[in-house]
Structures are given as C-alpha cells and as structure tokens.
C-alpha cells in the first residue's frame, strides 16, 4: 500500500512539473501543487524507512528500462547479459512482444518484468489528447514498478523513447538514490519528426524540451531552476527539455553522435559502439541445412529444386544431406541467397532493393550471368503488409521474395548462411548505426547499405561491403557481387574474407573495457 502511495505522488509530482506549464497555468498554483506533493512524497519515504533507498546489499542490483518491445531491443538485452555475468542482479523493464533468447530466460540473474502497452485500441478524441492520457497513463505505470522492485543501485534507459521515461526514471531515481544512465540510441524528436512531420506539435514540444535542459542541466536539478522553469513564458514550449540532462551518466552509440552531445548541449557522453554477441557468427552447413529444411515448410524458395533425388540425399534449394554419410554440401547452381532484417519503419524505404531487384532480374533476361536470388526479408513492423501487397503484384522468374520472421535463436542461424546482407537503415538523425549491421558483421556476412550520415564508422566502401545511394547503385552492386558468387577470389569473397581477418571486437569484451568502469567509478 505504501509503494501505491508513493508511486500516486511520485506521478502527481512529475505531471505538476510536465502538464501545468502546458495549459499555461499560472506559477502561483504550480509550485504550490510542487511543494504540497514534494511534502506528502517525503513523508511517505520517511515512513518508508531506510530499506526502501539504496544501501550496501543494493550494489550489485541494476534495473535495464526500455518502453519498447525488449525482444526487439538487443542493445538493452545485451546490457542485460553483460551485467549478469559481471555478477549484477538484473531487472529488465520492458513491453512484451518477440521471444527472448533463452540465454536471456534461463538466467538466474535476469528478472523480467513486463510492462504492459497501453492505449493500443484508443480511437476517440484528437491525436493529442490520446497521446497525453498514454503518457500519463505510462508515468503510473513506470513509477508504480520502479518503485515496488528492490533499490537498484543503477538504472539503465534506453532513449528514445524518452517520454514519459527520463522523466519518470530519473524521478525515481532521486527518490531511492539509484544512479541514472541514459543509453542514447537516437534522438527521439527526429524519429517523431518522420512519423508526423516537423510542426506536428508533440515534435515541437519535444525538441524543446530536451534542448533546454541540454543547455541548463544545473537549473533543471534545483528547486531554484524549477521556480525559474515555470515562471518562463517559453515553458509550455519547453516539454520534454525539463528532463534532457539529469542523468547521472550517458552512453552514446557513434562517435558523431558523442561530438553532437559534447557540442550543441555540452553533454560528455562515452561512446559504447553496438558490437555481436557471441550468438553472431558463421555458421556451420550442417546446422544451416536444418535451418533451410524448416523453413522449407512454410516458403517455397528454400525448398529443394532437383524433381527426381536419390534416397539418400536429402536437398534444400542451398544444401544436401547424405544421409548415409551425414556430410552436408552445397548445391552447386545453388541460388545465391540475400537477407535483410527490418523493423518496417518509415526510416526504411525498401521500395529501393524491389527496384534494384526489377533491375537485376532484367540482367539476367537479357542474358548476363548471374545467379538466380532468394531474397529473405525478417522483421515485423507498421509498413510490412504495405510492402507485401507491392511484393504480390511484382512478377518475377529469377527472383524470389519472402518475408519472415523468425524464433530468437533462429536469427543468427540465418545471418551466418547467407551470402549478401542489405541494409536500408536511414538514421533519423544521422547519427546512430544499425544494429542489423552489427550483427551481419559478426557472422562475417558482407552488407550494401544505403549511405547516411555516419555510417563510415561501421561500413567501409569496398572493404567489408559496399554503399550505395539509389536502387540504380545498388542493382549494379548485386551484380558485381553475384558475378561467379561462389568463387573466394571474387569481390564478395574479398569482403567475407577482410571480415574474418579484422576478428571484429565482441559485445562482452568491448562492454567489458567501456561500461564495467564507468559502473565502478559511480559506484
């Protein structure tokens, strides 16, 4: 009952500094609401005693928070695992959704507490009233949960998205003591600015937001900065700014992205670059045979294509069994296989690879060399059924497309059998990198990506793959990369075999090296 009633007036608190300003309510009553909330909530933590705040048993406890699907944050899981074997306890916060690892499941060290997604089926009033009441809607919950779990002496949050999370988190951070880190992925208002355009008025109230308190952290930590906050004519366009930089720590995921923070909102952030996990790597032709034979069942391409095989042999479009001697080889004619994992986003235009795949098929009808292409997309997302539907209508002999999506340990397995990645990852800001390629890295698979910002830090143009900027560049890629595709000594088997020698640095060792230290200096 105490942990409800703190978690009320936690909420109440943080609402009175985030929605007064909003309606431009006058100072007088918002700070009166402040300081009578502030009051009850410290009497409420007094008869809580000193168990409810951080103390020496809560050392080794760290809280993981993602308002997102946790399935489909491997950056925040990684975290998660990287913790738990430094001997942490963990309790990772998230929305349910995609199957965890079971790395992540059976560890004893990783509690898992979901948080359920609110506000999905809402269809009544304007946009912005539904968005406000699924803020505060998530301010209670997220206050409730971090409140009722065991002081961690950390909390780790994943941003974007930011709102209600920094604001809540490092509400209850203040609270219990626990140290704040905030893991900047991207900046949230760029991703809103896509979604629903540059005015569009939460994307205002966003920038604002973080954008002042990037510029006045010291004003936004003392109650003479909140004084001064809500006296501001400025403050209702000022949202999300309140709570940009009360973060004890921050990790970033591009050096571009650690000089943007340290230069325009004077924020000293530790680059922490997205590395494979140990899952990542190539795999072995015995296991991407079971693999291709399960997927056989459900998509036609990964099917064998000999009509009449003999009793010993077991086929896949890309691999055969022997039964007898349980040697698996590749299928000489084998399709060459291309894989690219989305989240169908708007971030991701994939009408640029079905162009370049209209083209590449043209190749082949007009009597180039080329191998005929499985192309396996995976991913679930908004825009998928948009693409599928594009997909349907395309007519194709060469070419196939399947979309998929595949069990968490199933993903790697398929990464590491395939011969080309593509990447279509247009970061928001310019400032972050895709995972996917990560990971393609990792099990020593080449990628084309479409060029952005920063995106030198992780592909280099001509050693471990290629960049393009139109669908134009990147038919002409597959066809320079799928000429005699199964021969070492051509430019894909130069890209594979730059991968294997650059021995790319692993999540733990590199997690190891940037995050064990900054943990035991907060400490």
């Not at 604001?167 to 219990?176: G, I, P, R, S």
């Not at 005929?372 to 825009?383: D, E, F, N």
């Amino acid at each position: 009952m105490l942990t409800v009633t703190m978690a009320a007036l936690w909420v109440i608190l943080v609402l009175i500094l985030l929605l007064l300003p909003i309606f431009d309510c006058g100072f007088l009553p918002a700070l009166c609401g402040v300081a009578a909330v502030a009051c009850a909530l410290l009497a409420a933590r007094a008869r809580a005693g000193p168990g409810a705040l951080v103390g020496p048993e809560a050392g080794r406890r760290v809280c993981v928070l993602v308002l997102g699907d946790v399935g489909r944050s491997p950056r925040m899981v990684n975290h998660t695992l990287s913790l738990a074997r430094n001997g942490f306890r963990v309790t990772l916060l998230g929305y349910p959704g995609a199957k965890l690892h079971r790395g992540v499941l059976n560890n004893d060290k990783i509690n898992i507490v979901y948080i359920t997604e609110v506000m999905t089926g809402m269809k009544f009033g304007p946009k912005i009233f539904q968005y406000v009441i699924k803020i505060f809607v998530q301010t209670l919950q997220i206050c409730y949960i971090l409140l009722k779990i065991d002081a961690p002496s950390y909390m780790i949050l994943q941003n974007p998205p930011g709102l209600p999370a920094i604001a809540t988190t490092w509400a209850v951070c203040l609270l219990k003591g626990s140290k704040f880190i905030i893991d900047w992925h991207n900046y949230g208002y760029t991703i809103m600015s896509l979604t629903h355009g540059d005015h569009h008025p939460i994307v205002l109230i966003a920038k604002r937001v973080i954008y002042f308190c990037w510029d006045h952290p010291k004003v936004c930590r003392s109650s003479l900065g909140i004084t001064l906050i809500l006296l501001s004519s400025n403050y209702s366009q000022r949202y999300e700014q309140f709570f940009g930089k009360l973060s004890d720590s921050n990790l970033c995921v591009t050096e571009a992205m650690k000089e943007d923070l340290r230069v325009n909102w004077n924020i000293k952030a530790i680059t922490l670059y997205d590395r494979p996990s140990p899952i990542f790597r190539e795999t072995p032709l015995e296991l991407q045979h079971e693999l291709f034979k399960k997927l056989a069942n459900d998509f036609a391409p990964f099917k064998g294509r000999s009509e009449s095989v003999h009793s010993d042999l077991e086929q896949t479009a890309f691999t055969e069994l022997n039964i007898s001697t349980g040697n698996v080889t590749r299928i000489q004619g084998r399709p060459a296989l291309l894989l690219s994992s989305t989240s169908w986003t708007e971030d991701e235009d994939f009408s640029i690879l079905l162009k370049a795949l209209e083209v590449y098929e043209s190749f082949i009808t007009n009597g180039i060399t080329l191998p005929s292409l499985v192309c396996a997309i995976t991913g679930k997302g908004p825009q998928q059924e948009f693409y599928n539907r594009l997909i349907e209508k395309m007519h194709f002999k060469y070419v196939h497309i399947c979309t998929l999506w595949l069990e968490a340990e199933d993903y790697p397995v398929l990464l590491g059998s395939g011969d080309l990645g593509v990447c279509l990852h247009k970061s928001t800001s310019g400032l972050d990198l895709p995972m996917k390629v990560v990971d393609m890295f990792g099990c020593c698979l080449p990628v084309c990506a479409v060029d952005f910002q920063c995106l030198h830090e992780l592909v280099k143009h001509e050693e471990n793959g290629l960049i393009f900027k139109n669908s134009q560049e990147l038919a002409v890629q597959l066809k320079l990369l799928f000429t005699d595709f199964q021969n070492e000594k051509n430019t894909l088997g130069i890209f594979k075999r730059n991968l294997k020698e650059s021995k790319m640095v692993q999540w733990d060792e590199n997690w190891d090296e940037i995050v064990l230290p900054l943990l035991a200096a907060s400490n």
